[in-house]
């Protein structure tokens, strides 16, 4: 997307792979022109969702069975329908950039502070998430007689991000992202091939594979992983402001949802068919060893470094706006730092007053990862590094992890908070039938998210217990045994 023409009201979202220079929210009237059409953002979207939630699919048809392939329409079909319903209230607030703005409108300060602390959460965790996925990764890429330790490969990513994320300008690193995009798709064609030329001919499926209680949390974990690979929704708005036609943006999103389901429920299927219910978490890591699964995982490794360094680039951004406007950053010293007054994104609601340089730098607050002080830039961003290390490495349980996110960031996001704004702002001009599936959606999205939380709390402690990570198999013995004298771990 050309982005030399963007009106400059960079925003704190989490758009995780084409917000900052990619998608811009917001164009005024002389840089209409260069918005872009229904097709290109489904590209931008596609490069937004389809991550590693794709990778997890042959494990979740292993817990849940061949009727997984239900849950994948059913999620299919209710991404294509919060399209609709974000574009709805996208139209009916003018001046959105940020899902915040529909919460304020629809709620006021408590549905935007609701908006923000999800997103900030779900910015906060993707990063431990995506620093774990690239150090599993570049272990995988090893032969496994010399295959270094997880911290240790942990800490070369954690090098290699303080040092690439010093790159502000998400424009600067765009090879970096297109390669990664490209290595993904290198990876599913080799593990396409290895899982339908080297099939275990003892692979155990089965249509239902949730058969008693030792079942109930895998399966469960499985269906928040399946969440995940199919969330975005948290980007939405943003990506409607890079548009010239935003009514358009459900076609983008239906089309997007098509490809991902297929693709999901392909290499779901063909996982499933291959290994059976011996598949673990990433299907990569269950390749038997050869220098094609070697070539996969450093492939991936590719793709999780880029997904990464973006995900740092603007959670490390939001990070810093968000103590300006608290005061802990001296605006001052922002500005002495960088050498002239940052845009104020306060006032990127006015499209024509977001070019006036004067207008929108009265409160100092940057609106730009280029804006930012170097010296800030690089201490908070070494920060998110070196947490998303310590985390990542303590709790090196993909799966696990990504269900804890998605219970609690994505399906508020994706389902309930969309449903509870849109009675709020259009209650009254929607049919009866569609209010009522909006007032389902709300408690079975709280139920939904309970009832993953708790699944996923149990599958991390079971997984602590097994001595995984720095220490943490002592740690967790207490909890295990709470847990198993209670019948929730095994």
């Not at 943003?238 to 389901?261: L, N, Q």
């Not at 290390?389 to 609690?408: N, R």
């Not at 049919?431 to 309970?450: A, R």
């Amino acid at each position: 997307l050309d982005t030399n023409n963007v009106a400059p009201e960079r925003q704190e979202s989490s758009l995780s792979q084409c917000q900052l220079e990619e998608v811009p929210p917001v164009y005024t009237d002389k840089a209409h022109k260069h918005s872009v059409g229904w097709g290109a953002v489904t590209t931008a979207l596609l490069s937004l969702q389809l991550g590693w939630g794709l990778w997890l699919f042959p494990s979740d048809y292993a817990r849940i069975g061949w009727y997984a392939t239900g849950v994948l329409v059913a999620l299919a079909l209710l991404t294509a329908y919060s399209g609709t319903l974000f574009t709805r209230l996208y139209l009916v607030t003018p001046g959105a950039v940020l899902f915040s703005d529909v919460g304020k409108k629809a709620a006021g300060k408590t549905g935007a502070m609701i908006v923000s602390v999800i997103i900030y959460s779900l910015d906060a965790t993707r990063c431990v998430i995506l620093h774990l996925a690239a150090t599993q990764s570049l272990r995988h890429a090893f032969p496994e007689e010399t295959r270094p330790p997880l911290w240790l490969c942990g800490f070369a990513v954690l090098v290699l991000g303080c040092i690439l994320v010093q790159v502000r300008s998400m424009a600067e690193m765009s090879w970096v992202f297109m390669t990664g995009t490209g290595s993904q798709l290198v990876a599913v064609a080799i593990v396409v091939y290895e899982l339908v030329t080297n099939p275990d001919p003892n692979a155990r499926t089965t249509n239902w594979a949730v058969q008693g209680a030792a079942t109930y949390v895998p399966a469960a974990v499985a269906l928040m992983n399946m969440i995940f690979a199919f969330g975005g929704q948290f980007a939405f708005t943003e990506i409607m402001g890079s548009m010239r036609t935003p009514a358009h943006f459900p076609r983008a999103v239906s089309v997007c949802t098509v490809i991902m389901g297929a693709l999901y429920g392909g290499l779901g299927v063909i996982g499933y068919w291959s290994r059976g219910d011996e598949v673990r978490e990433i299907v990569i890591f269950s390749l038997p060893e050869s220098p094609r699964a070697r070539l996969a995982a450093g492939c991936i490794l590719v793709q999780a470094i880029a997904q990464y360094l973006i995900n740092v680039n603007v959670w490390t951004h939001n990070l810093l706006v968000l103590l300006a406007r608290q005061g802990i950053i001296r605006k001052r010293t922002l500005n002495n730092c960088v050498g002239h007054a940052p845009h104020d994104h306060e006032h990127a609601h006015d499209a024509e007053s977001a070019h006036d340089h004067a207008h929108d730098a009265h409160d100092g607050v940057p609106t730009k990862s280029t804006d930012h002080c170097k010296w800030w830039w690089a201490g908070t961003s070494c920060f998110v590094v070196i947490y998303s290390y310590g985390i990542s490495i303590s709790l090196p349980f993909f799966s696990t992890l990504v269900g804890l996110v998605t219970a609690c960031t994505y399906l508020v996001c994706a389902y309930l908070l969309p449903a509870w704004f849109t009675l709020k702002l259009l209650g009254s001009s929607i049919h009866w039938s569609e209010k009522g599936l909006l007032y389902s959606l709300i408690p079975l999205s709280v139920i939904v998210s309970g009832i993953g939380l708790w699944a996923s709390i149990v599958s991390l402690i079971n997984n602590m217990g097994s001595g995984e990570g720095w220490g943490v198999n002592q740690a967790a013995q207490p909890l295990l045994a709470l847990a198993r004298a209670s019948g929730m771990a095994v």
